[in-house]
C-alpha cells in the first residue's frame, strides 16, 4: 500500500478570462480542464459562476 497519503486541497474552476491565486488551493480554467484533475475521487471542486456559464453555454444545457 501507500506509505504515504497526500492531500490534494480544493480545486478551483475558473472561466476562461478569470485569474485566481490563492494559496494552497489549484485553480484551473475550464477549457484546460483534464479527469486527472479531480483525483483523488472525492476532491472538493468549486466553480466559478463564469465557468458554469460557459459551461452551460458549451453543452446547451441548464445545470441549475
Known amino acids: ?17 478569470e485569474k485566481i491565486n490563492f494559496k494552497g488551493f489549484d485553480a484551473k480554467n475550464i477549457q484546460n480542464i483534464h479527469i486527472s484533475d479531480f483525483y483523488p475521487l472525492g476532491r472538493l471542486t468549486l466553480y466559478t459562476e463564469k465557468a458554469i456559464h460557459e459551461l452551460n453555454q458549451k453543452e446547451n444545457k441548464k445545470w441549475f
Request: hydrophobic residues 30%; positive net charge; glycine residues 18%.
Open 1 to 17: 500500500g501507500r506509505k504515504y497519503k497526500s492531500n490534494a486541497g480544493i480545486l478551483i474552476l475558473t472561466g476562461k478570462e
